[in-house]
């Protein structure tokens, strides 16, 4: 059974950073693309960042420069790495890999 854990969430400032960890099991990590995605409220969902199993990794354009997308094939955990954050980027923040996605983790940025 395909699992995805997603943690690291919270409330945080303006400017500030978090990082997102996405534990996975139930399949083979290592030769897996990962993906994450956030959904705002009221808006649908978007593509956030996505990281191959040979390395290559892919923003948006909304956080290419503040984010930044790393997995441990040991671990089988991939993570994001979120800077400079702003109040736009309040989101439930979800990780993926094929069709299988995550239960979300939140993230809040405000003042």
């Known amino acids: 059974e395909v699992q995805l854990v997603e943690s690291g969430g919270g409330l945080v400032q303006p400017g500030g950073s978090l990082r997102l960890s996405c534990a996975a099991s139930g399949f083979t990590f290592s030769s897996s693309s990962m993906s994450w995605g956030r959904q705002a409220p009221g808006k649908g969902l978007e593509w956030v960042s996505g990281?191959?199993?040979?390395?290559?990794?892919y923003y948006a354009e909304s956080v290419q420069g503040r984010f930044t997308i790393s997995r441990d094939n040991a671990k089988n955990t991939v993570y994001l790495q979120m800077n400079s954050l702003k109040p736009e980027d309040t989101a439930i923040y979800y990780c993926?890999?094929?069709?299988?996605w995550g239960q979300g983790t939140q993230v809040t940025v405000s003042s």
């Open positions: 993926a890999t094929d069709e299988y």
């Open positions: 990281i191959y199993s040979n390395g290559n990794k």
